[in-house]
């Protein structure tokens, strides 16, 4: 997992299989660093996920909280097909876009 | 020649086991040549089922048991997640897109729409105090 800051954006670069284990970490990992780098916004990179169930959306869902009580938004970028698959299935959609590239959703989120 | 196989495998409950879950029932399927796709499916119910056994049928203690057997007849996979967990007391109602139990944690009460999503049929026989069974079915395109 990589981490970096784009103005008040913290980049997530997600990487592997997101599932109920490995979430506890991610779920660590993003607070630690929206928190310490006094971020608003969330952006989360998906290239480099290569499986995601339905404890990711639990995961985001909380992730949108955590913006929202900053005052900032989430969003997505860079999401496989199969992925893109849940996130339909669920309402997260309303709550975060996935976004065609990191340059509109930093354009979109600012 | 009709192709069939079966295959077995148990695992104590606990959360590094939903990958290896994941990555067992992938090697079995290969042998039918399924599609990237199809994989994909198998590998998202079966991880949704074997994660319910453990973080709600054992409540998270990591030295239940989750069986899983899968067998296939041509082109058709039956799967069956089983715990002998805390079980269900409404099925009906557990099945429900959203409904959830774990409040507190990050939970999106997905697991069942997905393992619906992704294979043909999916049974539930659960008992209060006795544990749950999830069966699942789906035949391969080609
Ligand atoms: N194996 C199981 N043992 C006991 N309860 C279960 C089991 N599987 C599912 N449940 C119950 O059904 C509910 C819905 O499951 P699911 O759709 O996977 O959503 P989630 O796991 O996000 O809560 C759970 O919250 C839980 O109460
Ligand atoms: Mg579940």
Redesign the pocket.
């Known amino acids: 997992m990589e981490f970096y800051m784009l103005d008040s954006t913290l980049v997530v670069a997600l990487m592997g299989e997101i599932d109920h284990h490995t979430c506890v970490a991610i779920r660590q990992a993003v607070d630690r660093n929206y928190q310490k780098k006094r971020a608003k916004n969330l952006l989360f990179d998906f290239e480099k996920v290569t499986f995601m169930d339905?404890?990711g959306i639990?995961m985001l869902m909380g992730r949108y909280r955590l913006a929202a009580i900053g005052g900032g938004r989430i969003g997505l970028y860079n999401v496989p097909k199969d992925i893109e698959r849940i996130l339909k299935m669920s309402n997260v959609c309303k709550l975060m876009k996935a976004y065609s590239n990191k340059q509109e959703a930093l354009k979109e989120l600012a | 020649m009709p192709k069939r196989n079966e295959m077995q495998i148990q695992f104590l409950s606990q959360s590094v086991n939903e990958a290896f879950a994941r990555v067992a029932i992938s090697a079995f399927i290969t042998q039918l040549d399924p599609t990237v796709e199809e994989l994909y499916d198998i590998k998202m119910a079966v991880s949704?089922?074997v994660?319910?056994?453990i973080?709600?049928?054992y409540e998270d203690k990591e030295d239940g048991i989750v069986a899983i057997k899968c067998g296939y007849q041509d082109k058709v996979i039956d799967i069956t997640i089983i715990?002998e967990?805390?079980?269900?007391k409404s099925v009906e109602e557990?099945?429900q897109?959203l409904?959830?139990?774990?409040l507190e944690e990050e939970?999106?009460?997905?697991?069942?729409?997905?393992m619906q999503e992704m294979m043909d049929e999916v049974e539930?026989c659960?008992h209060p105090g006795l544990?749950?069974t999830?069966k699942m079915k789906k035949s391969l395109e080609k």
Request: no cysteine; glycine share 20%; proline share 3%.
């Open positions: 339905s404890s639990g | 949704e089922a994660t319910n056994a973080i709600h049928g715990d967990g805390k079980g269900i557990a099945m897109p409904y959830t139990t774990s939970r999106a009460g997905l697991g069942f729409t997905v539930v659960s544990g749950t999830v």
